[in-house]
């Protein structure tokens, strides 16, 4: 399978919303129990847009209206004092999950992180998600902390389990100071 990850347009927001509500149903990765609406993702949408953050999509074989995967970031925390740092999202069709969609976003999101000066991505994941701690940990986070039972899922207490990414500097702009 080929992926192609490009911008979202509000037309994609439909697979967006499946792709949601389907982790909201079937994991632990997303904490809420109720499914989403399109104008929550719209809105959700809209701000990431305005803020100037990416929202991407992955599309599969070349079928630009076929989107397997979106992924974004946006703001670690609300004060200016982190505005190096970044947090991310990635999720991922049931059916194209480890072929490389989450790569594919993951890659391009860093890239863009990077060029936009930021310095630390984080990724916040479900402590009983082992295979996105490995899928992190596989393309250089570290785990910085463990904080258990702080959120709540089908009415049960869930783990979060922070990973931080260091980007590299920048490159010098050239020339003596």
Do not use: C
């Not at 967006?16 to 079937?26: A, F, G, L, P, R």
């Not at 993702?41 to 991407?56: C, H, S």
């Not at 072929?99 to 930021?118: P, T």
């Amino acid at each position: 399978m080929t992926v192609v990850v490009r911008d979202a347009e509000p037309r994609d927001l439909p697979a967006i919303v499946d792709i949601y509500n389907e982790v909201i149903d079937t994991s632990d990765a997303i904490w809420l129990d109720e499914h989403v609406t399109h104008a929550d993702r719209l809105a959700w949408y809209d701000e990431q847009v305005a803020a100037g953050f990416p929202v991407l999509v992955a599309v599969a074989d070349g079928d630009d209206d076929h989107v397997v995967g979106y992924g974004s970031f946006g703001p670690f925390r609300a004060k200016a004092g982190y505005w190096p740092t970044v947090e991310h999202t990635i999720h991922v069709h049931r059916d194209h999950r480890g072929r490389g969609v989450g790569q594919a976003l993951l890659d391009d999101l860093l890239r863009r992180a990077a060029a936009d000066g930021r310095r630390v991505v984080v990724a916040g994941v479900d402590g009983g998600n082992e295979g996105s701690i490995r899928f992190h940990e596989r393309n250089g986070f570290r785990e910085v902390a463990r904080m258990p039972g702080i959120g709540r899922k089908w009415g049960r207490p869930v783990d979060l389990v922070l990973l931080q990414l260091d980007l590299p500097d920048p490159a010098p702009s050239g020339g003596p100071s």
